[in-house]
């Protein structure tokens, strides 16, 4: 089997939090998901981009949830989630050849936060499997989200899952910070930070793929992001 790269790109009007994405940048996801496709094909990966939701819950960044699917995992080893704001740079390692398929893959969130006592990652760099997936599956729903909204008017999808790795007891593969660095044009991946890539279009790292596109064919259009 192989290894999935996914990213997930359904625009933020109607959603009932759409001012939660109220920092996409278009370029910025024009950049993302080309530099991500061709990362992926360097390495023999397959890439997919979702673009219909299928959770249909707050606002579309919850639509990961949706990996944690068997059908995913019937057809590949490994599904690496990134957000759309985060740039792989192409000369950077193979991710999956630091990945452990039998449990769940994040990177300890860069500003060092702690979540019900203990380390917290940032939901943007994330890979699952078949084992990691069993595990966290069931107590994945609808219901048991509204619960901790009402306890919680602030609960989101990264406050969600980063419970949801302490509670199931899964296995954890802390990966190294450089895979998910906030705007470091110098890591293995550089993840743009919230409003930083609205208010600052002309960050290094923007700069620095910006650059590595004119070399490339893009293979999803800006237009496509509008």
Same mark, same amino acid.
């Not at 790269?5 to 009007?13: A, C, M, N, R």
């Not at 985060?86 to 893959?105: M, R, Y």
């Given at each position: 089997?192989?290894? *999935? @790269?996914?990213?997930?790109? #359904?625009?933020? %009007?109607?959603?009932?939090e &759409?001012?939660?994405?109220? +920092?996409?940048? /278009? ?17 023999d990966?397959?890439?997919? *981009? @979702?673009?219909?939701?299928? #959770?249909?819950? %707050?606002?579309?960044?919850? &639509?990961r949830?949706?990996? +944690?699917?068997? /059908? ?22 193979? @991710? ?6 039998? %449990? ?8 060092k ?6 380390d ?19 107590? @994945? ?51 743009l ?15 620095k ?12 259009n ?5």
């Amino acid at each position: 089997m192989k290894n *999935l @790269i996914v990213q997930i790109f #359904i625009p933020k %009007k109607g959603w009932e939090e &759409e001012e939660r994405l109220d +920092f996409q940048n /278009n370029e910025v996801l024009f950049l993302s998901t080309n530099l991500v496709y061709y990362y992926a094909k360097k390495y023999d990966c397959d890439y997919m *981009l @979702i673009n219909k939701a299928s #959770i249909n819950f %707050k606002h579309p960044t919850w &639509e990961r949830f949706a990996l +944690f699917d068997d /059908n995913f995992t019937k057809k590949y080893n490994n599904i690496l989630y990134l957000d759309t704001d985060v740039f792989t740079w192409l000369d950077s390692p193979n @991710i999956f050849n630091f990945i452990d398929n039998k %449990k769940f893959n994040v990177v300890r969130h860069i500003a060092k936060k702690k979540w019900m006592n203990s380390d917290a990652f940032n939901a943007g760099v994330f890979c699952i499997n078949d084992k990691s997936v069993k595990m966290m599956k069931p107590f @994945i729903s609808k219901e048991i989200w509204i619960k901790n909204f009402i306890k919680d008017p602030l609960w989101e999808d990264s406050k969600e899952l980063n419970t949801l790795a302490q509670i199931t007891n899964v296995e954890i593969n802390w990966l190294d910070e450089m895979w998910n660095m906030k705007n470091d044009p110098n890591s293995y991946f550089t993840h743009l930070w919230g409003q930083q890539k609205k208010i600052n279009p002309e960050m290094p790292a923007i700069q620095k793929a910006r650059q590595l596109l004119l070399t490339k064919k893009p293979i999803f259009n800006i237009l496509d992001f509008s």
